[in-house]
């Protein structure tokens, strides 16, 4: 819900930065790679109690996410990393509420399963839509170019940040917030289904 608000605001701040990449010789798939392996030391951290190490590398990883997009508009994006870009997201997003699972399993381990499952299923909805939308030939620029159909939502990645930085900073309150999120993910996910009933059924002459 947020991410256009959001990128609105670091998109030229992010297109600066990447202009020095390119000039260093940076790639796009190495910056998602390298995020994604920060991504995962930040779980690592959390993990290890080192919540504040676990929240740097957590925002240095997302700003990572922001660069290989923004590098990619000017190196050209690619099949490979369109793919490796969402993989490798799901990735981090299941790392850093496992990493507070591990952290503590007895108050987590249940409200983190629930907030995984959730991911799981929106996932799902988000990539079979995509899927479908891309067979029928549909186009969006919602949220700018993307390697795939992008159906916008109410918990995007700037959801997601935000509350894994209020895991970091309230980690106490971790299953109050994991439950509040992810009802509202598993809103998203309906809300897609719903889309697709709409849509796909329209079109099928349903």
């Known amino acids: 819900m947020l991410d256009g608000w ?3 605001r670091i998109d ?4 600066r930065i990447a202009r020095l990449l390119v000039r260093a010789g940076a790639t796009p798939n190495a910056i998602t790679i390298a995020s994604c392996f920060v991504g995962l030391a ?7 109690g080192d919540l504040l190490i676990g929240l740097i590398l957590l925002l240095v990883s997302r700003l990572g996410d922001g660069l290989d997009g923004a590098v990619a508009k000017i190196t ?3 099949d490979l990393g369109g793919f490796l870009d969402i993989v490798l997201d799901f990735v981090f997003y299941g790392a850093i509420p496992l990493g507070f699972v591990l952290l503590d399993p007895d ?20 990539l079979a839509y995509a899927v479908m939308a891309e067979k029928r030939g ?5 949220r700018g170019a993307k390697s795939l159909f992008f159906t916008t939502g109410l918990a995007e990645a700037t959801e997601t940040i935000l509350f894994f ?10 299953a109050e917030l994991a439950y509040v999120f992810a009802a509202i993910t598993f809103y998203t996910a309906l809300s897609r289904i719903v889309l697709a009933f709409e849509s796909f059924r329209k079109e099928d002459g349903q």
Not at 138 to 142: D, G, L
Not at 165 to 174: G, K, Q, T
């Open 138 to 142: 549909e186009t969006t620029s919602a």
């Open 6 to 8: 959001a990128r609105r």
């Open 12 to 15: 030229p701040a992010l297109d």
């Open 76 to 78: 050209g994006s690619t």
């Open 42 to 48: 930040a779980a690592g951290a959390i993990a290890a």
């Open 165 to 174: 930085v209020a895991f970091c900073l309230f980690p106490s309150w971790f």
């Open 107 to 126: 108050a987590n381990a249940v409200a983190g399963a629930v907030l995984i499952f959730s991911f799981y299923v929106n996932g799902a909805s988000f």
